[in-house]
Nanobody, 123 residues
Framework: QVQLVESGGGPVQTGGSLRLSCLAS????????MAWFRQAPGKEREGIAT???????DYARSMKGRFTISRDNAKNTVYLQMNNLKPEDTAVYYC?????????????????WGQGTQVTVSS
């Protein structure tokens, strides 16, 4: 069982940067594959990136370049650095966790989700 709490969202202007954090409350954080997703109004939730315990990462094709996922196992925290933000990046950003694997299975099979943090990019 793990609880996830995201932070770091907020308003930002086009071209700006934000770093999101997700704190996991668990004694076995290193077991979990961590991921970031986002959901814009009226759209389906979409995956951004995953990161394994050894920091191996995988990005959705459309997310490569401006987004960087990282994790600090000592702090039970996963991060999402977002650069050169655009209005179309406006969404609720969620972190998620699972232990089965670290694959982009669809439907998404992440068993644990945070409540999300809102990112609003203004032009």
């Amino acid at each position: 069982q793990v609880q996830l709490v995201e932070s770091g969202g907020g308003p930002v202007q086009t071209g700006g940067s934000l770093r999101l954090s997700c704190l996991a409350s668990t004694n076995s954080y290193s077991r979990y594959c961590m991921a970031w997703f986002r959901q814009a109004p009226g759209k389906e939730r979409e995956g951004i990136a995953t990161i394994e315990n050894d920091s191996t990462t995988d990005y959705a094709r459309s997310m490569k370049g401006r987004f960087t996922i990282s994790r600090d196992n000592a702090k039970n925290t996963v991060y999402l650095q977002m650069n050169n933000l655009k209005p179309e990046d406006t969404a609720v950003y969620y972190c998620a966790a699972k232990t089965i694997d670290c694959l982009w299975n669809y439907p998404y099979d992440f068993g644990y989700w945070g409540q999300g943090t809102q990112v609003t990019v203004s032009s």
